[in-house]
């Protein structure tokens, strides 16, 4: 009964660490189903092929899009302290050095704002970014192909995907506080 009431404390170095945790884990655990989906989606003339071993690039939009979301999570301070600690830890993981990783994630944040502008909206950026990551205008119909743009039903549909990879603050702060 009082497990519901008294919040856990965590540090902002265990935020990072279930943060990270929680978007490889949605990210090898769900990808296959994100495959499928696209293989399959009604959208394409021909099947795109992803394998579901390709989730690289899905990765990097994950870790992009809830990064945004972070930064409108947490007063300023903190967000940067947290992120510095997810920086820190997501270099060592993908061995390189941290300037080196800080640019990939901007570069990263500057695709994405790029592929969805004029739109602030992040999912909506997010489903841009894996459309063209994954390289998926030629398997479109004619009409989207000579735009060069998604299939608006197709993006639909991705945005309800790509919701489902978004860290839920408000779950975490109903058990955890910082």
């Given at each position: 009964?009082?497990?519901?009431?008294?919040?856990?404390?965590?540090?902002?170095?265990?935020?990072?660490?279930?943060?990270?945790?929680?978007?490889?884990?949605?990210?090898?655990?769900?990808?296959?189903?994100?495959?499928l989906m696209i293989n399959e989606?009604?959208?394409?003339?021909?099947?795109?092929?992803?394998s579901e071993n390709d989730n690289?690039?899905?990765?990097?939009?994950?870790?992009?899009?809830?990064?945004?979301?972070?930064?409108s999570t947490f007063d300023a301070?903190?967000?940067?302290?947290?992120?510095?600690?997810?920086?820190?830890?997501?270099?060592?993981?993908?061995?390189?050095?941290?300037?080196?990783?800080?640019?990939?994630?901007?570069?990263?944040?500057?695709?994405?704002?790029?592929?969805?502008?004029?739109?602030?909206?992040?999912?909506?950026?997010?489903?841009?970014?894996?459309?063209?990551?994954?390289?998926?205008?030629?398997?479109?119909?004619?009409?989207?192909?000579?735009?060069?743009?998604?299939?608006?039903?197709?993006?639909?549909?991705?945005?309800?995907?790509?919701?489902?990879?978004?860290?839920?603050?408000?779950?975490?702060?109903?058990?955890?506080?910082?």
């Open positions: 009964m009082f497990s519901t009431i008294i919040k856990k404390k965590l540090s902002d170095n265990q935020v990072a660490n279930v943060f990270i945790n929680a978007i490889f884990d949605s990210v090898d655990n769900g990808f296959r189903e994100v495959a989606d009604t959208a394409f003339v021909k099947s795109p092929n992803i690289g690039e899905f990765g990097m939009i994950c870790i992009v899009g809830n990064l945004s979301f972070l930064e301070e903190q967000a940067a302290r947290v992120e510095g600690l997810i920086f820190e830890k997501l270099a060592k993981i993908y061995d390189m050095e941290i300037g080196a990783f800080r640019n990939l994630i901007r570069d990263y944040q500057n695709f994405i704002m790029r592929v969805n502008h004029p739109s602030k909206n992040w999912i909506y950026g997010m489903s841009k970014a894996v459309f063209h990551k994954y390289k998926l205008n030629e398997f479109q119909d004619e009409y989207f192909k000579r735009m060069q743009a998604p299939n608006p039903l197709f993006l639909k549909r991705m945005d309800e995907v790509m919701g489902n990879f978004i860290w839920n603050w408000d779950a975490f702060f109903k058990k955890y506080r910082i």
